[in-house]
């Protein structure tokens, strides 16, 4: 499931639609493969889709360049920026990023204030928000804002396997986002992956939590960022030889068809 590649090979998937989705870990403070600058936050680059995506950007825009060009991953291959939240471990990389390609459309819960739309705007980004849960393009889907205070969306992309379900931090909640992913799509949950936001949370809860993922039917998962060591190890030891690794240049590839 999760695989090496060399830096090669990791930016030169067929544009388009494909038989594959490829998804490259790009930001991330927890460490997976050798070589790459980590940081707190989290981003990954989608490939094989109708248009390739950045799901956020990290919290340091020169290290997510760094980690891209040690990835052999250009830049301007990026079509789509899609942002989970406004908090600044997974935006603080974009305007970097759009000094080195500004012509993408960024995609942004509706919350985001004006003064960030106007800046993405005004370095070459088109805006696009989102508020309610739908398709953003083929077999990609938003979970739509979720919770209070601070909305969150999260990604979703129907494969061959079932839904890959990819977020930022889970600030609604990990289990939260999983039900409505199913709810949206009516489909089942392949990989679940990203930020779970369980660091600091009590055993107990994790094994609520992780019980009602299983009763939800994921069925594979990748937790990383601020998952938390001792939740990770949770995940680990529950799902077995169906936890993927997640972090730092983790490469995960998931049939389309």
């Known amino acids: 499931m999760a695989l090496a590649l060399t830096p090669a090979d ?3 998937a067929s544009p388009g639609s494909s038989d594959v989705l490829r998804i490259t870990v790009l930001f ?3 460490e997976h493969r050798p070589g790459l600058e980590a940081g707190w936050g989290f981003s990954c680059l989608l490939q094989g889709l109708e248009r390739t995506m950045l799901f956020d950007t990290g919290g340091d825009g020169e290290v997510l360049l760094s980690n891209m060009r040690r990835l052999g991953v250009e830049p301007r291959v990026v079509d789509t920026v899609v942002l989970s939240h406004i908090h600044g471990d997974h935006v603080g990389g974009l305007p970097a990023f759009l000094a080195e390609h500004g012509e993408v459309e960024v995609i942004m819960p509706e919350s985001f204030p004006q003064s960030f739309r106007e800046a993405v705007i005004g370095r070459g980004g088109r805006v ?3 508020d309610g849960g739908g398709k953003l393009m083929e077999r990609v889907y938003t979970t739509g804002e979720l919770g209070h205070g601070l909305p969150e ?5 129907d494969t061959a396997k079932g839904l890959v379900v990819i977020t930022g931090c889970a600030h609604p909640g990990i289990d939260r986002i999983a039900q409505e992913a199913v709810r949206l799509t009516g489909r089942p949950i392949h990989l679940l992956m990203g930020g779970f936001h369980l660091g600091g949370v009590g055993q107990h809860e994790i094994r609520a939590i992780i019980e009602r993922l299983r009763e939800i039917g994921v069925e594979k998962v990748a937790p990383s960022h601020c998952t938390g060591e001792r939740a990770m190890q ?8 169906d936890y993927v690794e997640g972090g730092l240049g983790a490469v995960i590839e998931v049939p389309m068809r």
Do not use: D, I, K, P
């Open 153 to 157: 969306q999260s990604l979703v992309v």
């Open 10 to 12: 990791a930016g030169h």
């Open 128 to 130: 696009r928000t989102v």
């Open 28 to 30: 991330n403070n927890v």
């Open 234 to 241: 949770l995940f680990r030891e529950a799902w077995g030889v």
